[in-house]
């Protein structure tokens, strides 16, 4: 059975690539706001949640820390093109986020951290 995962981001391009990419391999959803991200895991829970950390109604982390309390088991990841170094310091030392890749991402980066989720979630 495929893992699933549910990216986050407002930048379409991003979702399209890694739709692409990896819709193969995993059972892949997107969303581009929160409240369509929060109504696709309140129908099915995913494996992996990815969220961009700068979304234009709530941070990435803010929405990870939410993921964390109502699905404690996935495995989450957070991606940023500019970081607050505290901010995702912080959450990840508090188990809200696991994994952190910078934007723009390579397939290669993206790969190594599911592969990294994916030992995480005992695969």
Known sequence: MKRSILYLDDEAVCLEVFQGLFGGEYD???AVTVSEARALLA???ADIVISDQLMPDVEGTEFLREVANKYPTSC????????NVG???GNIGK???QF????PWTEQQMRRV?????????S
């Open 95 to 97: 188990g809200t986020v």
């Open 87 to 89: 901010n995702v310091v």
């Open 43 to 45: 129908e099915c829970p």
């Open 100 to 103: 952190f890749l910078a934007k």
């Open 28 to 30: 892949v959803r997107t």
């Open 76 to 83: 989450r990841v957070l991606l940023s093109g500019t970081v």
């Open 114 to 122: 599911l592969e990294r989720a994916d030992s995480y979630l005992g």
